[in-house]
């Protein structure tokens, strides 16, 4: 064998070596958190709020914070679509041969950086300031300046890979940057921005320590976007700093919960995005 | 000669540093099949996509100088480029289907511009009518009519070149320019077009951008030969083809460079 068929198996074995440590740690949280939290699983976690002591193992569920957390996260989601699309439709059809379009994309990704406490001590500074105390609405607007870099330059490198004779099919027709924009590069972009909105979402939902300061926590279900609101990693958090087992086993359930969540948001994503396809120009 | 649809005066296109076209004049006729000749980095496209202010949309393009259609300079100000590119449409070499379905590619046009024209009926029917028509006119009716909601990128590439010419004369435009429109088809689907714009010529006027000496002898009725940028070579083909002027024309036409 010579030094060229050596190197081959060598970087082979390498990358199914680093497929293989993947593929099992991930293989090894989803059975720690089966194994931990299944046997905690039932019903009434899933279909009630805490009841009185259920932090102490007595009755209850956690429906305050899958709710909570699909609430804040969904809001989150929302607002920073609202703002990072206009802001993606910006960077490639008007600014393109201006400096400001840099000057975004850095910023954009030197705050995809910023560790989500700061986003979340930030929010809290900016709520004291206002004068409004911890809650659902202070969640989503944490979390939706948390989601919306992940959200802008994943809709943005979406945009950047349409081909330019696809929008100047539509500029040849006459159509307007906003015509083209919304009819043509979005269909044409569709199942990626479908992922880069996902991507968003399961970053929001499972973040605990944005919402920690600026959503707070409660056993009642969100009725208010002034009140606070429960989330789930803060009911894993709090379930598992409990000295009570049966209590942190509860928090394997909260976790699996969470996990089913995003694992279900992701396939249905996927279905969806697969169901655009057919569409795209290659 | 005829009286000239397109006046272009002065015109010069700089991408960055580099001056693609100098001090362009020429014009083109009303009807017919106007080819822009002449080998590769010539300007050919270059001039092409000026006449519809594509050229525009492409970064760091600077364009100076006048293009008159029917007398009204396009790059002036006040005009309106939408208009323009309603009224004089593009089809490029290779095929770029809208991510839609063939009935809505060739819909397209007529719904961005909120213009549905015909005789009678809802504008669901006119609509209709339109997309018949215009995928009748590009050759493509017989081969789609029976899935018109299919997704456009199910169709084979010759079948999508037919449908952007489809789509492009369903805004009814009375300039029709053709960026080497067979160059990515093979020699059966590229005759089909071929065949479609000679068969439009008589109300079209149509600019084929090319490099094919011999499509340029089967189709066009004007030539230009552009060199480096520059006009070296104009008037009816035959007289370019039998008699030109330019010794590079003739060098180019004889097959010694090109």
Same mark, same amino acid.
């Given at each position: 064998m010579n030094r060229r068929m050596i190197e081959e198996k060598l970087f082979k074995g390498l990358m199914l070596a680093s497929l293989l440590i993947v593929l099992g740690s991930l293989g090894l949280i989803f059975l720690t958190v089966l194994k931990h939290g299944l046997p905690a699983l039932n019903l009434a976690m899933l279909t009630q709020t805490p009841k009185g002591g259920y932090y102490l193992g007595k009755e209850g569920g956690i429906l305050?914070?899958?709710?909570?957390?699909?609430?804040?996260?969904?809001?989150?989601?929302?607002? /920073?679509?609202?703002?990072?699309?206009?802001?993606?439709?910006?960077?490639?059809?008007?600014?393109?041969?201006?400096?400001?379009? !840099?000057?975004v994309r850095l910023t954009m990704d030197v705050l995809w950086g910023i560790p989500s406490i700061v986003y979340g001590a930030f929010a809290f500074i900016l709520m004291l300031w206002?004068?409004?105390?911890?809650?659902?609405?202070?969640?989503?607007?944490?979390? /939706?300046?948390? !989601?919306?870099?992940?959200?802008?330059?994943?809709?943005? !490198?979406?945009?950047?890979?349409?081909? $330019? /004779?696809?929008?100047?099919?539509?500029?040849?027709?006459?159509?307007?940057?906003?015509?083209?924009?919304?009819?043509?590069?979005?269909?044409? $972009?569709a199942?990626?921005?479908?992922? /880069?909105?996902?991507?968003?979402?399961?970053?929001?939902?499972?973040?605990?320590?944005?919402?920690?300061? $600026?959503?707070?926590?409660?056993d009642r279900l969100p009725d208010s976007l002034f009140r606070p609101v429960a989330s789930l990693?803060?009911?894993?958090?709090?379930?598992?700093?409990?000295?009570?087992?049966?209590?942190?086993?509860?928090?394997?359930?909260?976790?699996?919960?969470?996990?089913?969540l995003i694992l279900f948001i992701s396939i249905l994503s996927r279905a969806l995005a697969n169901k655009m396809k057919k569409h795209i120009i290659r | 000669?005829?009286?000239?649809?397109?006046?272009?005066?002065? #015109?010069?296109?700089?991408?960055? %540093?580099?001056? =693609?076209?100098?001090?362009?004049?020429?014009? +083109?006729?009303?009807?017919? +099949?106007?080819? +822009? #000749?002449? %080998?590769?980095?010539?300007?050919?496209? =270059?001039?092409?996509?000026?006449?519809?202010?594509?050229?525009?949309?492409?970064e760091n393009t600077r364009i100076t100088g006048e293009v008159y259609l029917d007398g009204k300079n396009i790059y002036d100000p006040d005009a309106c480029v939408t208009e323009l590119r309603t009224k004089i449409g593009f089809l490029a070499p290779k095929p770029f289907p809208l991510p839609m379905s063939i009935y809505d590619n060739v819909a397209y046009g007529p719904r961005v511009h909120g213009r549905f024209p015909g005789k009678n009926g809802s504008r669901k029917e006119r609509l209709d009518d339109i997309v018949e028509r215009n995928l009748r006119a590009a050759g493509l009716w017989q081969e789609v009519h029976?899935?018109?909601?299919? %997704?456009?990128?199910?169709?084979? =590439?010759?079948q999508q070149q037919r449908l952007c010419l489809a789509r492009a004369l369903a805004v009814q435009p009375e300039v029709l320019l053709c960026d080497e429109p067979t160059s990515a088809l093979d020699p059966l689907a590229a005759q089909? +077009?071929?065949?479609? #714009?000679?068969?439009?010529k008589e109300d079209v006027t149509i600019i084929v951008v090319t490099h094919l000496l011999r499509q340029a002898r089967r189709l066009a009725d004007h030539v230009?030969?552009?060199?480096?940028?520059?006009?070296?070579?104009?008037?009816?083909?035959?007289?370019?083809?039998?008699? %030109?002027?330019d010794e590079r024309t003739k060098a180019y036409l004889s097959g010694d460079i090109g």
């Open positions: 305050n914070a899958i709710v909570g957390s699909l609430c804040l996260a969904g809001g989150a989601t929302i607002i /920073a679509f609202l703002l990072g699309f206009p802001i993606a439709i910006y960077l490639q059809f008007y600014a393109t041969r201006r400096r400001i379009a !840099e000057v206002l004068g409004v105390r911890a809650s659902l609405l202070g969640g989503i607007l944490a979390l /939706a300046f948390l !989601e919306l870099p992940i959200l802008t330059r994943g809709m943005d !490198e979406a945009f950047t890979m349409v081909p $330019t /004779a696809l929008k100047e099919a539509s500029y040849g027709l006459g159509a307007t940057k906003i015509e083209t924009a919304m009819k043509v590069v979005i269909r044409q $972009t199942p990626v921005i479908l992922t /880069a909105i996902l991507l968003a979402f399961g970053r929001g939902i499972g973040d605990a320590a944005s919402v920690l300061f $600026t959503a707070g926590f409660t990693p803060l009911a894993v958090f709090f379930q598992l700093a409990t000295p009570f087992p049966a209590v942190q086993q509860r928090a394997y359930a909260s976790a699996l919960v969470l996990t089913a | 000669m005829k009286s000239a649809r397109l006046q272009v005066q002065n #015109l010069n296109v700089w991408y960055g %540093p580099q001056h =693609t076209l100098k001090d362009m004049c020429c014009e +083109i006729p009303d009807r017919g +099949i106007t080819a +822009i #000749l002449g %080998p590769s980095g010539c300007g050919k496209t =270059t001039l092409l996509k000026s006449l519809n202010r594509l050229l525009e949309e492409t029976d899935r018109l909601r299919a %997704p456009a990128s199910y169709l084979s =590439t010759g089909r +077009i071929e065949s479609q #714009l000679f068969s439009l230009l030969v552009l060199w480096m940028g520059e006009l070296i070579e104009c008037g009816p083909s035959s007289q370019v083809f039998n008699q %030109p002027v």
